[in-house]
T-cell receptor, first 111, second 113 residues
């Protein structure tokens, strides 16, 4: 049973446009969420996080939105750049700082 | 300040063998977690170490074991390797146990033949 789901295996976006990556979770006890970006042959790189006491967090071109009632979060990238092409993982923090990851979404930004 | 480093980068073993993977945490970080990432999946939590003690374990059999050293570096040992153990093994460190953000190393790609 997947507690964190990223239902879109891939997403293709034109350079300069908005990329929206989605993530759903089932465990209402999750109270902290993170997004990681992963290039081939590298480890995941931390992008942005959000606590359940907030519904939005921004960092430059990256914004994460959290809808607790829907158990849904999304990552917006505006404007998208070719260097953003990577695999994006959504993760939730479980007890003891264990991270529970989704399966990832491959983002391709076309120039 | 150096980030998280892992060695070796790649490793090929045969079924039944044993393997040791190594991780150096980011400077000042006292908590290390290990994850297994199979092809096409997200990383899965194996276990976490805090100040040389295991602090939580995922759904992995006892043949997966670990150590953390006084300098906070860590090892992952896997005995009696199986074909399904082929994966990318990721180490992540965090500043302290209560930190929610973990910083990952580049991983070790293990292939079991």
């Amino acid at each position: 049973d997947q507690q964190v789901k990223q239902n879109s295996p891939s997403l293709s976006v034109q350079e300069g446009r908005i990329s929206i990556l989605n993530c759903d979770y089932t465990n209402s006890m999750f109270d902290y969420f993170l997004w990681y970006k992963k290039y081939p042959a590298e480890g995941p790189t931390f992008l942005i996080s959000i606590s359940s006491i907030k519904d939005k967090n921004e960092d430059g071109r990256f914004t994460v939105f959290l809808n607790k009632s829907a158990k849904h979060l999304s990552l917006h990238i505006v404007p998208s750049q070719p260097g953003d092409s990577a695999v994006y993982f959504c993760a939730a923090v479980e007890y003891g700082n264990k991270l529970v990851f989704g399966a990832g979404t491959i983002l391709r930004v076309k120039s | 300040e150096t980030g998280v480093t892992q060695s070796p980068t790649h490793l090929i073993k045969t079924r039944g063998q044993q393997v040791t993977l190594r991780c150096s945490s980011q400077s000042g970080h006292n908590t290390v977690s290990w994850y297994q990432q199979a092809l096409g999946q997200g990383p899965q939590f194996i276990f976490q170490y805090y100040r040389e003690e295991e602090n939580g374990r995922g759904n992995f059999p006892p043949r997966f074991s670990g150590l953390q050293f006084p300098n906070y570096s860590s090892e992952l040992n896997v005995n009696a390797l199986e074909l399904d153990d082929s994966a990318l093994y990721l180490c992540a460190s965090s500043l302290r146990l209560a930190s929610d953000t973990q910083y990952f190393g580049p991983g070790t790609r293990l292939t079991v033949l």
